[in-house]
């Protein structure tokens, strides 16, 4: 589809200025940026005639920006939003999670998915990294949904072998162009020294990154320690595992030496501040990893331990919890945390081509309505953003070129009603 949004402030992202004028959008990628003046000149430079636009849309001087990337979730476990609250986080896991998460089959986490998009994209979010069990089903229903979605296999002591790991990585990566699938396990403490030997092999096989939960909580960390002498991140850089980059998600207990790691394999961190304060993990040193030049993305976490998939309530946390660690108002500036939900999420997720607003790139975009009170006045956009910003702000969210949210609607083609319905059906069952 050709469609120009015209009458629109425009936030790229490459900088934190705002200008005013026009985005077209031609089938999945941006056509152009600009002021929207002079068009015989435009079409002369775009090497066209003239564009039959099926669709004109005036944003009435709305915002339009790049699209948020959720870098870490499990979005099939909508299932278990607000079922197993309010405990530490082994006994969530051990005594509720993991009992409830063995009911489960591809079909169910096809139908839990969808219900996990719905919400995406009322919180402008545009691209998710997700890790759950039946990466296929997942694949589907983000197809199905039009959702861009990466991959990353969750490999532990239960599952599943690395050779199934191995043949997702190679069919998921061809599968659909919103699709892609990278190497990954679980967390160090979920997986045996075998285990993670594969994952090693597999990722040096392919030259692939991998990522993992890395460092969520002190007594992670201790009995890593207890197990192998040094930091799940100190361990798993001694067996070769970041060769080819990667990440981890929450890194809430890194130490200095952990970050100077980091930083040598240009690893990303991927913050999770509402579910670390829900689980009373602790509060990651985001200040120290934006010294040590360490590229931080923001991610929900799954709706079981969050409990809700929201990118504003995240970047108000990211930086609002760094200022009580930190101590000082001046921590972790909200362009910075702006920066964290687009552009890093972007790095993180190997998505360049979804990080700024620019000609060519892929037409992940949102629209911000300005025109609610907690956008009022319009001193700072961006930092409205993050400190007054809200889901109720979403008026658009568009992928590839396609709007599937707008103006508190999703598209016609989803049954939204029948996804509520059959997510409570399968939570129903399983009890």
């Known amino acids: 589809m050709n469609i120009r949004f015209y009458n629109a402030k425009i936030l790229t992202m490459e900088n934190d200025q705002i200008t005013e004028g026009e985005v077209w959008v031609q089938n999945e990628r941006i056509l152009y940026i600009g002021d929207g003046t002079n068009t015989d000149k435009v079409y ?48 969530w896991l051990n005594d509720q999670v993991f009992p409830m998460e063995a009911k489960l ?46 991959q990353v296999s969750g490999q532990n002591n239960f599952g599943p072998a690395t050779e199934v790991t191995e043949k ?35 990722s040096h096989k392919y030259k692939t990154p991998v990522y993992a939960h890395i460092s969520e909580t002190q007594a992670e960390v201790d009995g890593c320690k207890e197990r192998y002498g040094m930091s799940p991140v100190k361990l798993l850089d001694s067996m070769g595992m970041f060769e080819y980059g990667g990440g981890g998600y929450h890194c809430v207990y890194l130490d200095e030496e952990d ?72 921590a972790v500036d909200a362009w910075e945390v702006l920066k964290m939900a687009t552009v890093n999420g972007s790095k993180a997720m190997n998505l360049p081509d979804t990080d700024v607003l620019a000609k060519g790139k892929l037409a992940d975009i949102i629209m911000i309505d300005l025109h609610q009170p907690n956008m009022q ?31 508190g609607c999703f598209m016609s083609e989803y049954d939204v009603e029948g996804i509520y319905r059959k997510a409570n059906e399968i939570i129903n069952g399983l009890k």
């Open 44 to 91: 002369q430079e775009l090497k066209l005639q003239s564009i039959v636009w099926d669709r004109e849309i005036d944003c009435e001087g709305n915002l339009l920006m790049p699209g948020f990337k959720d870098a870490h979730t499990h979005s099939g476990m909508t299932f278990l939003r607000s079922y197993a609250d309010d405990l530490p986080l082994q006994d």
């Open 105 to 150: 089959d591809g079909e169910m986490i096809y139908h839990l998915t969808k219900l996990a998009i719905l919400e995406y994209l009322t919180s402008g979010i545009t691209a998710i990294f997700d890790m759950y069990l039946t990466p296929e089903t997942i694949a589907d229903a983000c197809v199905d949904m039009g959702m861009r979605c990466v």
């Open 168 to 202: 997702r990585y190679l069919t998921l990566n061809q599968k659909h162009p919103l699709l892609s699938f990278f190497i990954g396990f679980h967390a160090e403490y979920t997986c045996s020294k075998e285990v993670l030997e594969d994952i090693v092999k597999l």
């Open 259 to 330: 970050m100077d790691i980091f930083k040598k394999h240009d690893l990303s961190v991927v913050t999770n501040p509402g579910s670390n304060t829900k689980l009373a993990s602790g509060i990651a040193p985001i200040s120290d990893f934006l010294k040590k030049g360490i590229n931080v993305a923001i991610g929900t976490d799954g709706p079981a331990s969050n409990n809700c998939l929201d990118m504003f309530r995240e970047m108000f946390l990211v930086t609002g919890l760094a200022k009580l660690r930190e101590k000082d108002a001046a």
């Open 377 to 407: 006045p319009l001193n700072n956009i961006p930092k409205n953003l993050v400190y007054s910003g809200s889901k109720q702000n979403v008026k658009m969210t568009m992928i590839n070129g396609n709007i599937l949210y707008e103006n």
